[in-house]
């Protein structure tokens, strides 16, 4: 077990009818809040009004900035803090996904930053300071609502960069399991496949083996994910699943999940990200694409007995061909692709993806070159 | 699955000789520390040497508060926060167990308040403030390291009650799995077993028992506890069971596993409480006596779904018998008493006993009278 450091300040309020609470927390940070948000749904399923509502009760200006994307992108987040700053915004509160709160994350970022936000991204400057973050999360995904780290896509360079630091945890997250009872099928496929990337990130890259109570909470967390997974597409209106999803999400990646591991790397999430920025599918897609390939990479180059020990905690499987297997079956039950063919990629573009994703994982300090990054797609034909 | 706030800013710095990182930690919050301490274990194994070097590099000043006894008592407390005013002391340093942290605890909140410290314990005042407290844990247990609570035993009027407030959270934990290596044998029992009882405590007491993830968490921790005590026990110098045992223990009472869960009690605590503020044996040692009689007691109160469940995740066991049988099992192969005799408490004091909890089931508001306590505590004959 690999030293390490753990520290999580972010306040979680969770259950039903919590939304509301967000109003008197946002008043202890400050007056003029930008509310950050999607492309709508958040006024279909009511959490538009009540956020509203409880921030103009404790006295609070609303701007609003919306029309976040999925894959959030750069010419927004550059928007967002002008508006920001146009309209002296002393908190943010994020209403959404994922990529809501990163982009909420990185727009509290810029706002207090005199260069491009950019510069976060590539690695150019570290983030010191950002807004009070306030989020109200409503599709258990990306862990974003208790770490402190964001994914920003920059469309004109099509790198789909991360940026993190400590002034990034949100102060406070609402997660109300009821807000995601009308989620379109799609992203409840896609949020599955992010949390079980989370979890699985460290647990397999690890170069130490021996965090015995890590690992248990690895597979915890996964079984939680995939058994709650299967309830909500059996029955949407299953609450007590709901809830269990949604904070199997938030756990799998808060920092729990890694603690002890040592070496560990994020190399789906690396190659992911080039797919994500070529092609603009879902991160969840694009993992359930990348995930299996790795793993008969991963079998080729490291043996067996991770995936023979996950697959038998987990999926009640033998052999690490099988554990493989299991993890196939579960990304199609959801829905999500697990062959480049199945999102529409053409297989003659491995070599410009893997291109792409050197940018990452370079900047990333992994020791990977393009072409096993090309043969690791190669086995997603 | 209920409602639930969970926070927890603790920062935990974890692994091999981590402790002197403590000194600029603790720089950032005062210039003039109190450190609590045992009766001498840390002169021996090091730590104390590490810790006040640490701190000297800083240029802190260090008030020695030491003697703190298991079962920590209100008069050392006192005379810990008489120390810490005469010495103008901003900044607590704990370097210890369990008792260690919660002593250091009343005394940082004693610190910042006019009336008594007791007044915590019995409910006459709320904890508004307290010293900044940082802690070096060398015995792997309670979970004071990374939770807001403490216990302390008046020792005029034989009650061992707890306070608790947000500011007793410690700002930072260092815990250097190394310095259990020597822990004598009991110790281990009495770890293991309170960890155990942290972990069962909200999974067997709760009212909603849909809270798949947080019962899936239990079920990893409760594991992790019984397979690293099984290694140390085995292999003293094994350090990463030593690690896994010392993180698992501070995960079971940081309030990770506990959410979700409602209308849970702390009844195994509660009567445990009483046997330690009356014979003042080990918190560990009268947990190992009063889990089994009262999961017997709860088998016929409440049937046998839980006791099923758990133990059939966590030891293989059919029934709820052979898991109440499996939990004696492993307690006895610490070395932990699992029967009052074994402990030496004679069964005609059962009534005295059970008078004793009543004044914490009636200070946390718990619903039970002394009769079923008495039926419980005859369960441990």
Known sequence: MQNFTFINPTRIIFGKAVLAKLGPEAAKAGQKALLVYGRGSIKKNGVYDVLTGALEKEGITVTEHHGVKPNPVLSHVRSGIR????????????????????????????????????????????????????TALTLPATGSEMNSGCVVTNEATAQKFSAQGPALFPRVSALDPETTM??????????????????????????????????????ALARSVIDSTGRIL???????????????????????????YGGMTFINHAIEHSLSALYDIAHGA???????????????????????????????????????????????????PVRLSEAAIPAEDIPRIAENAMGLIRLWGMKHEQPEIEKILGLAK
């Open 83 to 134: 508006k920001a700053r146009e309209n002296s915004c002393d908190l943010i509160v994020a209403a959404g996904g994922g990529s809501v709160i990163d982009e909420a994350k990185a727009i509290a970022a810029g706002v207090k930053y005199d260069g491009d936000v950019w510069d976060f991204f590539c690695g150019k400057a570290a983030i010191r300071e950002a807004l009070p973050i306030f």
């Open 182 to 219: 009308t989620l379109p099928r799609t992203q409840i496929a896609n949020g599955a496949v992010d949390a079980i990337a989370h979890i699985i990130e460290g647990y397999f890259t690890t170069k130490d083996a021996d965090a015995a109570v890590t690992d248990e909470i690895v597979h």
């Open 234 to 260: 059996k029955d949407r209106a299953d609450y007590n699943a709901r809830a269990s999803m949604m904070w199997s999400a938030t756990l799998a990646l808060n920092g729990l999940a890694t603690c002890g």
């Open 286 to 336: 694009g993992l359930a694409l990348v995930i299996p390939a790795w793993f008969k990479h991963h079998l080729q180059t490291s043996g067996p007995a991770r995936l023979e020990k996950f697959g038998a905690e987990v999926f009640g499987t033998s052999t690490a061909e099988e554990a493989i297997k299991a993890f196939e079956d579960f990304f199609r039950k959801t829905g999500a």
